[in-house]
């Protein structure tokens, strides 16, 4: 997706921004682009707005992509995390529920609206729902999961999830291996199209059906088509969740 100019108007039809807004998708959904597009207009508002990204807990974060922000020591764990992640899949649902669990322990809520980018163990569990054909609400359907889940939202939160085609996937993973800005986890998705999907599916499944998150099918959206879908699902109540 191309890149947000530097002078941003306000915009008439987005509404301000909620107290807590988690952006999901998976590699190559245009998170980072989202984000910042929501955050440019927002600020030409005149609304203060915080970013982190991973989880609720993160450190605020600048508005480099997730890509850019990892650099070559960000990569090389990536890689390593991927390489021994067959060894360790037995664990990594535990994993899950405990990284999820400690992020929402450790969030205090910010003096600005938030905007967090991805969350790290939301996406682990669709990596590893994701990777066998059967169907993924037989595995997801554990009580202790489904109470995590439940429970990872901070009050208030408005969620999004992201989804693209395989096409649009595939083109934009190759424009970042031109550019040379791609890391382990984009080529993960690129080396089996189908598993990618699996994964994709299995996260827009998980936030729909445990944190009322709402769809937008992020395929090569302008500005304005962005602007619309964005406006539409921002203006939605916000669902009561347990805290």
């Given at each position: 997706m191309h890149p947000i100019p530097p002078a941003v108007s306000e915009s008439p039809?987005?509404?301000?921004?909620?107290?807590?807004?988690?952006?999901?998708?998976?590699d190559a959904a245009g998170k980072d682009y989202v984000a910042e597009f929501l955050i440019h207009r927002w600020r030409a508002a005149g609304h203060r707005v915080e970013k982190r990204a991973g989880g609720f807990a993160a450190p605020a974060a600048d508005a480099r992509s997730s890509s850019d922000s990892k650099g070559r020591w960000g990569r090389f764990r990536e890689q390593a995390f991927l390489g021994v992640f067959p060894l360790l899949r037995p664990l990594l649902s535990a994993v899950a529920r405990?990284?999820?669990?400690?992020d929402r322990r450790r969030y205090r809520p910010s003096a600005a609206p938030l905007v967090v980018v991805s969350h790290t163990a939301l996406r682990l569990l669709a990596l590893l729902l994701?990777?066998?054909?059967?169907?993924?609400?037989?595995?997801a359907r554990s009580p202790a999961l489904e109470r995590c889940l439940r429970a990872a939202l901070p009050p208030a939160t408005t969620v999004v999830v992201l989804d693209v085609a395989p096409a649009t996937r595939h083109r934009r993973i190759a424009a970042r291996i031109r550019a040379g800005t791609v890391d382990p986890f984009d080529r993960y998705m690129l080396a089996d199209p189908d598993r990618a999907e699996r994964i994709e599916r299995c996260l827009v499944q998980l936030a729909t059906s445990y944190l009322d998150a709402a769809v937008i099918e992020n395929d090569d959206l302008d500005d304005d088509a962005l602007e619309r879908e964005l406006a539409r699902v921002l203006c939605r109540p916000t669902p009561f969740l347990p805290p």
């Open positions: 039809m987005l509404p301000p921004p909620p107290p807590v807004l988690l952006i999901l998708g998976t405990l990284l999820l669990a400690r994701g990777q066998q054909r059967e169907e993924w609400a037989t595995r």
